[in-house]
C-alpha cells in the first residue's frame, strides 16, 4: 500500500482542475498571463505527479490477485464531483479577484473530502489518462473500489492488482507484445 503521503499526493491531483478554474477567472478578470500561468504550470504538474504516483505502485507494490464477485461502474459519479470544480467559474462575481485565502480555502475543503471519503474515483485527471472506475465486491463481500484501464464486462473473475489504499485497488493491465 501506499503511505499517507502518497494518498496526499493523489487527492492534491485532484484539484488539478479547481486551479484550471482559479487561472481561468483570473485570466477573464484581466490578470495579465504571467500572473495566471503558476495556476496552470502546477496544474500541468499535478498531472505528472498522478502519473508518475501510477507508475510507481504498479512497480513497487506487492501483486496480488483479487476474486472479483460483482462490479458496477462509478464513473458516471464523477458529474456530481464536476459540479464542484464548476462553481468557482459560476461564482466568480462573488469571489473577489479569486484571492490566494480564497483559493485555498476552496482547495482544503474539497481536498479534505475526497481524502476522508476515499473518493478517488472522481479524480478526473485519472479519468484523462485513460482509467475507469468500479465499486466491485469482493471473494469476502467487502465492497472495494477498482481503477483500471480495462472495461468490466464478465460478472465474475479474477485480476492482479495493487492494494494502493484500504478498500483502494489499480489493476494490473497486461502489456501486450508487438
Known amino acids: 500500500m501506499l503511505n499517507k503521503f502518497a494518498k496526499i499526493m493523489l487527492v492534491a491531483t ?8 482559479f487561472g481561468t477567472i483570473n485570466y477573464s478578470n484581466g490578470k495579465p498571463i504571467w500572473q495566471v500561468l503558476p495556476w496552470f504550470i502546477c496544474a500541468v504538474l499535478l498531472l505528472i505527479i498522478c502519473w ?5 505502485a504498479k512497480k513497487n507494490i506487492e501483486k496480488e490477485k483479487l476474486n472479483v464477485n460483482s462490479s458496477r461502474n462509478s464513473d458516471k459519479e464523477v458529474l456530481t464531483f464536476l459540479i464542484i470544480y464548476l462553481l468557482p467559474l459560476v461564482a466568480k462575481d462573488s469571489i473577489p479577484d479569486a484571492n490566494i485565502e480564497v483559493s485555498i480555502y476552496v482547495f482544503l475543503i474539497i481536498a479534505w473530502a475526497v481524502y476522508h471519503s476515499n473518493a478517488f474515483y472522481f479524480n478526473p485527471l485519472l479519468g484523462l489518462l485513460g482509467y475507469h472506475f468500479y465499486e466491485i465486491t469482493s471473494s469476502d ?3 472495494q473500489t477498482l481503477i483500471t484501464t480495462n472495461s468490466i464486462r ?6 492482479e492488482v495493487v492494494q494502493l489504499f484500504d478498500s483502494t485497488y489499480l489493476e494490473l493491465t497486461k502489456e501486450s507484445s508487438s
Do not use: D, H, Q
Open 14 to 21: 485532484s484539484l488539478a482542475p479547481v486551479l484550471g478554474a
Open 52 to 56: 508518475l504516483l501510477l507508475i510507481y
Open 141 to 143: 463481500g467487502m465492497p
Open 154 to 159: 464478465k460478472p465474475s473473475y479474477e485480476i
